[in-house]
């Protein structure tokens, strides 16, 4: 199974930006896909940004023009670039793969359940 670990959280005032990063090891060869999702206490964690095994990118509309999700290495790292931040992006951040994967990026955004790896989170705190 893949071992996912994410890194760039931190705290931020509104309207600055941050850089996440998820380093991916033990990942099986093959279409994999992948996504950022966030988590606020007492809600349900929710996609942000996902590419598919071809390489289609996909947003949550609240954050479509303002965060940009890339990888690199041959799928060993993730990245999410964040600008613009405001309070409501304050959350715990979870980097996710899936493997053999033929969903397109916007379903992958939608099915967390589906997820077969993830990180360990990392927060990000946005002050108004």
């Known amino acids: ?23 991916i090891s033990g990942r099986n060869p093959g279409r994999t896909c992948m996504a950022w999702f966030r988590e606020v206490p007492g809600k349900e964690r929710e996609g942000v940004a996902a590419i ?6 996909a947003y949550a509309d609240s954050v479509k023009g303002r965060f940009t999700i890339s990888q690199e290495n041959a799928k060993t790292t993730l990245d999410l670039q964040m600008n613009d ?17 033929l969903a397109p990026a916007w379903a992958v955004l939608k099915q967390s359940g589906r997820v077969a790896a993830w990180g360990q989170g990392t927060l ?3 002050s108004a």
Do not use: K, P
């Open 1 to 23: 199974q893949a071992h996912l670990a994410e890194s760039g959280g931190g705290s931020v005032q509104a309207g600055g930006s941050l850089r996440l990063s998820c380093v």
């Open 52 to 57: 598919d095994a071809d390489g289609n990118m």
């Open 85 to 101: 931040l405001t309070a409501e992006d304050t959350a715990t951040y979870y980097c996710a793969t899936r493997e053999t994967c």
């Open 124 to 126: 990000v705190t946005v």
